[in-house]
Structure formats: C-alpha cells, structure tokens
T-cell receptor
Framework: DAGVIQSPRHEVTEMGQEVTLRCKPISGHDYLFWYRQTMMRGLELLIY????????DSGMPEDRFSAKMPNASFSTLKIQPSEPRDSAVYFCASSFGAIAGNTIYFGEGSWLTVV | AQTVTQSQPEMSVQEAETVTLSCTYDTSESDYYLFWYKQPPSRQMILVIRQEAYKQQNATENRFSVNFQKAAKSFSLKISDSQLGDAAMYFCAYRNPYHSGTYKYIFGTGTRLKVLA
C-alpha cells in the first residue's frame, strides 16, 4: 500500500490567501484525522472523520478552517483567509477502526508557511 | 477527558546504552490502546510500539520495549542498545476503545531524544 498521501508537501503563501491541503488515506481505512503540529502547541487534533462523516471538529481553531471528506479516498483541509499564525506542519492520518490494527498511520505532512 | 503527559522534554543517552522515556495518562476506561511514535527530523511519524490495555504482557519490538503499569497509568518506553538513528522526538499516544464512540488519538507533548556518539 502507498500509505497516506498528502499534498502539497510544502507551501508558502501570502497572508489572506486561501490554502487547500489534500489527503488520500490508506485504502480501506474508515477513520481519517487532521492534525496540526507547531513548536508551541505540539500535535493538535483538528478534526476526524468516520466513514466520511465528521465526528469531532472541536479542535478546529476557528471559522477560517474547514475540512471535507467527499468520499472514502479523499479529504481536504482549507484555510481561508490564511494568517501567519497558521504556519505549521499539517498531518493527515488514517486508521481502520473496527478491530485489529487500530494503529494510526500518518502522511508525511504538509509544511505550510504563511508570510 | 483523557490526557497524556510526557514530563521529560528532552533526554540524552550514550550510544549503546539504555534509556527510558516516561509517559503517564489519565482515563476512566478499562480497555484502551497506547502507542509510542517516533518523529525524526524529516517529521515523518513512525509507529514504534503498541500496547493493548487488556494485555498484561509488555509489548516488545526488537530493541524497544514498554513498561505498562495499568494501575499507575504509566507507559514508559525503553530503548536498549541506543543507536544514532534513534535520535528523534518520541510521542506517547492514547486511544479510547472502539465502543466508546470517541475514537480520537491523544498525543503527549513529546520527548526529544539525543543520542551521543
């Protein structure tokens, strides 16, 4: 399996621009997670989906952030408008929830810099 | 709410020596999962080891082993025969049982491990 695939790997954008991060989970996984990692706050869970349905979005910082999962093989995290404090590494991860495994597999991350 | 605490921001170990990273957690569940993840400078998150709470036997993966103390809610990671490639940030993580309805993984703040040649 190719693992969790994220794009872009790196993005530099200007404040106020829209940013869209993309994720393809591991085939067959029914849970998808978006995390944000910063030096100050560590690894924060933003939102997670089960069978394409958002289950817990309590970690989404504010209305500028939105996430969708239109199908089992694709999810997006959008920031509009972006601000310098959004600069972070954004990880997508997936997991098979039901039984064995239960391990969360991470993508390589999207490094976002907002200037 | 469940919490995960890693009280050691940074640790150092001499190459070939053994080091133990600490992790404590808080939960009211009796059946759950615990993990250690490694994050090298590349930022890739790599699973090191996993423990199911209903299993009393401590998990082991080659040079990595855990000391799982359920009553104390402690889950430490022992790295034996440390190698330069072990240098990384290590995260402890907790996950509720599937039936709990809350399936999110909760991570500690991490311990940066330095390996000295």
């Amino acid at each position: 399996d190719a693992g969790v695939i994220q794009s872009p790997r790196h993005e530099v954008t200007e404040m106020g621009q829209e940013v869209t991060l993309r994720c393809k989970p591991i085939s067959g996984h029914d849970y998808l997670f978006w995390y944000r990692q910063t030096m100050m706050r560590g690894l924060e869970l933003l939102i997670y989906f089960n069978n394409n349905v958002p289950i817990d979005d309590s970690g989404m910082p504010e209305d500028r952030f939105s996430a969708k999962m239109p199908n089992a093989s694709f999810s997006t995290l959008k920031i509009q408008p972006s601000e310098p404090r959004d600069s972070a590494v954004y990880f997508c991860a997936s997991s098979f929830g039901a039984i064995a495994g239960n391990t969360i597999y991470f993508g390589e991350g999207s490094w976002l810099t907002v200037v | 709410a469940q919490t995960v605490t890693q009280s050691q921001p940074e640790m150092s170990v001499q190459e070939a020596e053994t080091v133990t990273l600490s992790c404590t957690y808080d939960t009211s569940e009796s059946d759950y999962y615990l993990f250690w993840y490694k994050q090298p400078p590349s930022r890739q998150m790599i699973l090191v080891i996993r423990q199911e709470a209903y299993k009393q036997q401590n998990a082991t993966e080659n040079r990595f082993s855990v000391n799982f103390q359920k009553a104390a809610k402690s889950f430490s990671l022992k790295i034996s025969d440390s190698q330069l490639g072990d240098a990384a940030m290590y995260f402890c993580a907790y996950r509720n049982p599937y039936h709990s309805g809350t399936y999110k993984y909760i991570f500690g703040t991490g311990t940066r491990l330095k390996v000295l040649a």
